[in-house]
């Protein structure tokens, strides 16, 4: 499993690279916002220890399903996006306090 792990995060480190997006490990605090992102990878499984993801005006119509693995997540900014259901893993959240999620085009909450 550690190996896995370990691909996986180096999958999302080159995704970060490549979406020229900076990220600082030690903030605890992911901020994608006006990314033009479409989606998030599956890869963001690797952020076990982020307490808030900001990814607010992008164009991500999906969020992962192991987006559930994000532990440590306190609040979740993914506002003026286009999604439309949230994974069911989204209820793995325990440490979640907040979600602001207005201006999409939400259908499904689990």
């Known amino acids: 499993m ?20 900076k990220f ?5 605090y992911f901020r994608c ?3 033009g992102l ?8 690797c952020l076990t ?6 990814c607010r005006y992008n164009n ?5 399903d192991s987006f ?3 532990s440590s997540l306190q609040r979740l900014e993914c506002s003026y996006n ?5 994974p069911e893993s989204i209820g793995n959240l325990s440490s979640l306090q907040k979600i602001e999620c207005n201006y999409n085009n939400i259908i499904c909450f689990p």
């Not at 991500?60 to 992962?64: A, K, Q, S, V, Y």
């Not at 286009?82 to 949230?86: G, H, L, N, S, V």
């Open 68 to 70: 559930g693995d994000l």
């Open 38 to 45: 479409n989606s998030l990878p599956g890869t963001i499984r």
């Open 82 to 86: 286009k999604i439309t259901c949230f």
């Open 49 to 54: 220890n982020i307490q808030n993801l900001n």
């Open 60 to 64: 991500i119509r999906i969020l992962p």
């Open 24 to 28: 600082d490990i030690t903030n605890l």
């Open 33 to 35: 916002h006006r990314s």
């Open 2 to 21: 550690a190996k896995v792990f370990e691909t996986d995060e180096k999958r999302f480190q080159d995704w970060l690279k490549q979406k020229n997006i």
